[in-house]
């Protein structure tokens, strides 16, 4: 682990660059995160972010996409739209979450 | 009297109907079993179907033939369960009521969740082997396969026997060697997560194992949907695979029945306390196998120790007393790798898949992450362990509960 400095923010982060404590995430972190990964936030990326964080902090871990799709109610082909590659894995990286473990 | 209610009579249901009996004096505990029918599937054996290898009578035996004396058997679908009333609405308009439930309803497939995979291509050149019916399907399909393009395709996790679909693809590229028309089909293998196996230290251990058989890997890959009628496998990302045969393994689900009592998650298994076997619902009711939202393997090797974990807790909690976390996520699996050998491997929540000897630390007979015959005798020898021994109860005291590093090294 390491701490690197995030739009004006120290935070700590792993070695894939998602962050450890997402009590130190702010909305600014996310706009820089996502800018970094070739991406500029839109209202539906907010409401995607708004939910993986507020799931994260109920259950102690990123959601699946599924869950995602489900909970934030946006469809699985528009997620992949919006969060290109890995949805579910650059969702939790901008939302200031760990990495997720896909289950076995 | 005190009633305890067993939803399920597979692995892990007939199994606590088992070993409950024993511990419950019949006096003062009833203990009844619900299953849909009649009919115990043998999943390990489905594997082997479509090579021919088990017919339909290999998997089957009636469920009542292993629940034992002094437990109800009833033979109807769930409805709902109300964990607030502490009662179970049956199909038939019943309803059972319970002072402790055990959820071990399991999963199924639900191909329906991926967009054209019921589409004009299912059972014609898109199938499953995860049920009774597209095993058989599949087996008529390869007796008349000459040759092309097989793509096997695990759409999403959590699905049960993590490494089926691996084990398929080593038992075909052994089956087309036998026929002598491996040098006509071209296979490949599209997973969505970044390695063959969900566990890293298989995938680096085992990778050898396809490239040895010419298996394409294509990973990352999330289903988005299928066209059977084009023979065309796309992503979500928008890659596209074509096949002449597409060996699927559905989205998962739990029952039905979880998803109508709002007790499931977002693909209806239950929430479940890692540890302690006892659903986030309510403390009444503990849930096993399968059916859970763990991550732990959804196989029969860790319903067998979850079982002995299960035991013990509704034991505490009939006495007053709080669940202990005794569950380690323990699984075992042999992994058959086609030519009358298995590769065997023995993991847990935190410790991934190690070298060494099993059961007998040192001894073995079995080799552990290695492929030996012995390995392969080991699966199929199992049929008999399973119907004879495990479902009856039996002390395997040789495989305890927890995972043992005695005898084993990363």
Not at chain 1, 82 to 89: A, N, R, S
Not at chain 2, 11 to 22: E, I, N, P, S, Y
Not at chain 2, 145 to 162: A, Q, S, T, Y
Not at chain 2, 319 to 346: S, V
Request: hydrophobic residues 40%; aromatic residues 8%.
């Amino acid at each position: 682990m390491s701490t690197a400095t995030i739009a004006g923010h120290a935070v700590s982060v792993d070695a894939d660059g998602f962050m450890t404590d997402p009590q130190q995430w702010t909305p600014e972190i996310a706009t820089v995160i996502a800018a970094s990964v070739g991406l500029s936030l839109t209202e539906r990326h907010w409401k995607v972010i708004e939910f993986c964080r507020r799931d994260a902090a109920d259950k102690g871990e990123p959601p699946g996409l599924r869950r995602i799709a489900q909970g934030a109610e946006i469809p699985v082909k528009e997620l992949y739209q919006l969060f290109p590659k890995g949805p579910g894995i650059l969702a939790a990286k901008v939302s200031g979450l760990t990495k997720p473990k896909s289950c076995v | 009297m005190n009633r305890i209610v067993i939803l399920g009579a597979g692995t892990a249901g007939t199994m606590m109907a088992v070993k409950l009996r024993r511990a419950l004096e019949p006096e003062d505990w009833s203990i009844t079993v619900v299953d849909q029918d009649n009919e115990h599937l043998y999943q390990p054996g489905l594997l082997f179907v479509p090579f021919g290898l088990y017919t339909k009578r290999d998997l089957f035996k009636p469920r009542t033939r292993f629940i034992p004396p002094g437990v109800d058997f009833v033979l109807s679908e769930v409805d709902a369960i109300d964990v607030d009333l502490q009662a179970v609405k049956l199909k038939d308009g019943t309803a059972l009521a319970y002072d402790w439930l055990i959820i071990a309803t399991g999963a199924r497939i639900s191909p329906s969740d991926t967009a054209g995979m019921l589409g004009e291509g299912w059972r014609k050149n898109v199938f499953d082997f995860y049920t009774p019916d597209g095993a058989l399907a599949l087996s008529r399909k390869l007796r008349e396969f000459r040759g092309g393009r097989l793509l096997i395709n695990m759409v999403e996790m959590p699905i049960k026997c993590p490494v089926a679909p691996m084990e398929f693809a080593f038992l075909a590229d052994a089956y087309f060697t036998e026929q002598g028309i491996r040098q006509d089909v071209e296979m490949a293998y599209a997973t969505p997560l970044t390695g063959a196996f969900t566990k890293q230290r298989c995938s680096d251990a085992l990778s050898y194992l396809l490239t040895s058989r010419g298996i394409r890997l294509e990973t990352q890959f999330n289903t988005g949907e299928v066209d059977g009628g084009a023979g065309k496998l796309s992503s979500y990302d928008g890659r596209e695979l074509e096949f002449d045969l597409l060996v699927t393994i559905p989205t998962h689900r739990g029952a039905e029945a979880i998803a109508r009592s709002g007790l499931g998650n977002e693909l209806d298994f239950v929430p479940t306390d890692k540890h302690t076997l006892q659903s986030k619902a309510s403390e009444r009711v503990f849930v096993i196998g399968d059916a859970t939202d763990l991550t732990s393997s959804k196989a029969g090797s860790v319903a067998h120790f979850q079982a002995d974990v299960l035991l013990e807790n509704v034991l505490r909690a009939i006495g007053g007393r709080p669940p202990l976390p005794h569950f380690d996520g323990h699984a075992n699996c042999f992994i058959e790798t086609g030519h009358g050998k298995a590769i065997l491997i023995d993991f847990n929540y935190d410790v991934e898949p190690t070298h060494g000897r099993f059961p007998l630390p040192g001894i073995g007979p079995l080799k552990l992450l290695e492929e030996s015959e012995a390995n392969h005798w080991g699966k199929l020898a199992f049929r008999s362990v399973y119907w004879n021994l495990l479902l009856r109860g039996a002390d395997l005291s040789a495989i305890g509960p927890q995972m043992s590093m005695a005898g084993k090294w990363s």
